[in-house]
């Protein structure tokens, strides 16, 4: 098996052809391991995950999993792929309960299905206890978790996470992204787009960082944690220059 | 007041039938589909053809159904109408609006909807006759349900609503069950995500129209059983299909149809205090109401 589980090399991609967003984006993402994308709005975290998944045509450009070419996926194949992609909103199906949700995404489990939903549930204790309950009723927080368990559902090797922090509170969004690390444990490879920055580069394994539908940097997440151009573009610091300075000085190579 | 409190409730149960479809095909393909009630008077005219051809082929088949207008034949008629009709909702689909979706926007789409409207109700009129038609031309006489206050309903009308309501009912137990139903109902909220989920659009697509055909036909049919059949019978039911489908909220399965029985009575009220000839305008009146008042409808939500 290939170390890194998603490749995307050259990407050009956006939602009209003659204007791509990303106009050259490469990423590996390591197998079992935390990738996490940042940079300013616009940069085209969102599109690229979601070039990734088959939702924003790739006009250039290749994406592998675990060495075979995926480009342009179906995106109501990337389950069976053992993809699963989590929206950063509107990414559970509110007029349905918890237990509707999850029994959705496990409708091809066949015998296993109720296994399946008992370990999901064994896995999410909140979810378990409000199963009969509409998703829509849940909290912010809750939320993600469906989302997250509906992810896993599809028992996935690769999970894209579109910013799983947006809108929860600090609480909130620090056990939705713990629970994204522990995944990893299981042998899944997150991807994950965030804007709280500093929270996900502590939990992250590999960094790239966007601007303007381009690489700028990439390298270890604990590095750029500490690189102090990076900290002062992205962690608060000035955000003059940006793209210029941390592309001359970060240590860290772009992605070869 | 009752009765057209009653009238409102047999004349809803029909417009609901033709909301479910029409909602989920909005909500859906994203386009206000004015063809859609066309796919009453195909499945009404087709139940007639159908009516005629099993009384022929087998002449106890000819027999009414206990106090009912309504044939073993024509009983019969309305299960095949609702495949057809179905079906030639999924070919309007793939000789009109695909083509439309691929190139076009959503304004194409409303205005070739509205080309296959008049195709499809000339077609009818070329082929049947614009004159009025009948499933059935023996009388039946209404019953006196109550005699205080005083209350009568045709034998037919019964029929039309009990039918009405076990459809739907067998599609609420569908949608509440079943991971089919859930798939439903989850393209109906939220297509990208169903996507991403694994249902594949095209094929929702596809059964979307089946049972929206499918259930237009049997409220053609029931319309005309209760009413007349014409080549107009779906241009005339367009409108209360519509506002039911608004009231409901676009999107709605649930909403379209509480709307269609909330129009039905509505429109029959008003003629407690309106001339009956103002009551094709109660279906514009409520759209507006609704569009003023709560765009997205009683269970409607802003599209994601």
Redesign the interface.
Known sequence: MSKFAIEARDIVAGYVPELPILKDVSLKAETAKVTVIIGPNGAGKSTLIKAI?G?VKVSSGRVTLNGSDITNP???????MGI??V?QS???????TIR?NL???L??AGAERAARLAALFEQFPPLAEKQHQKAGALSGGQRQFLAVA?ALA?KPSVILMDEPSAGLSPKAAQEVLEHARKLTEQGVTIILVEQNVKQALRLADHCYILADGRNQVDGPAQDLLSDPVVAQIYLGGKRIAATAAATTTAATATTS | MIQHLVDGILVGSILSLGAIGLTMAMHMLRFANFSHAELLSIGAYCALVFDGVFKAIYAPLAAAIGPLSLTWALALAIVISMGITGGSAILIDRLVFRRVRAKGGELSMVFASFGVAMIIRNVLGLMFGLQVQLYSKDIVFAVVLSQDPFLLVKPDQIFSLVAALIIMFVFHLVLSRTTFGYSLRAVAENPELAQVSGISLIRMITLIWIIGGGLAAAAGVFYGLTNQVNPVLGRDLLLPIFAATIVGGIGSIYGAALGGFLVGIASNLALLILPSGYSPAMPFLIIIVVLILRPTGLFGEERH
Not at chain 1, 74 to 80: E, K, L, R, T
């Open positions: 998944a939702l179906q995106p109501d194949q990337m389950g069976a699963a992609y929206p509107n990414n559970i199906f509110r007029s349905l509707q029994e959705l995404l409708r091809n509906m599809v």
